[in-house]
């Protein structure tokens, strides 16, 4: 979830050279809880046209929409998000400029881990955080991700011990936890700022297509 923000603000400042693309992208960050709106039908009217494309679908899979946001750091970027229950399981939908669309699914677990699985290659940008977990299978849709997302789950269950977290905490502070924690832990990297080199011409294509279990080596 937070990885697929963050790539769109690093976008927004690519021509500035990549490290500092990545530094005021990760500053641009910060304080979070200040940066995600809710917003209304009446100002993002055709970004809501689009998510309507999803609903249908998400509503079988026993998702309900939560609301529509605008992210606003250093890019404007919409969020549509639906909640799978009384779980801590997420369907999101971005559009940024030219209305280009990204899909995540996040679940959270009772013992603070987090799973995303994202259809673009630059949802794996950033090393995630301690507890973390990221996959991305470019251009995969958003039915088929859902499969995949429920099978990383599966794993992470079972390989934790754990259980899938109720949501007993509005969505704008799952946001912001994440937020977060990814930004300490990138900015705790020695000379993060000039990893984002490596980030952005290896990374994000050695991970693409590799699954949570693939990644854990099993």
Not at 100 to 114: C, G, K, N, S
Request: contains cysteine; proline residues 6%.
């Amino acid at each position: 979830m937070l990885t697929m923000i963050l790539f769109l603000v690093v976008l927004a400042f690519i021509g500035l050279g990549i490290p500092l693309a990545v530094y005021v992208a990760v500053l641009g960050m910060r304080h979070p809880e200040s940066k995600l709106e809710p917003t209304t039908r009446d100002e993002c009217a055709r970004q809501f046209e689009l998510a309507k494309e999803c609903h249908s679908w998400a509503t079988r899979q026993g998702f309900a929409v939560v609301n529509g946001y605008v992210f606003r750091s250093t890019s404007r970027i919409f969020m549509a998000v639906w909640q799978r229950g009384a779980e801590s399981v997420y369907f999101v939908m971005y559009v940024a400029a030219q209305n280009q669309r990204h899909y995540d699914f996040v679940t959270l677990f009772a013992d603070e881990a987090m799973l995303t699985s994202g259809n673009s290659y630059d949802g794996a940008l950033l090393p995630p955080a301690p507890d973390t977990y990221v996959e991305a299978f470019p251009g995969q849709p958003y039915p088929d991700l859902w499969q995949r997302h429920q099978t990383a789950q599966r794993f992470l269950l079972e390989q934790r011990g754990s259980t899938v977290a109720r949501a007993d905490q509005p969505f704008e502070t799952v946001l912001a936890t994440a937020v977060n924690r990814q930004i300490a832990h990138i900015r705790s990297l020695p000379f993060w700022p000039f990893r984002g080199l490596y980030w952005w011409f290896v990374r994000r294509q050695k991970m693409a297509n590799r699954s949570v279990a693939e990644q854990a080596g099993t």
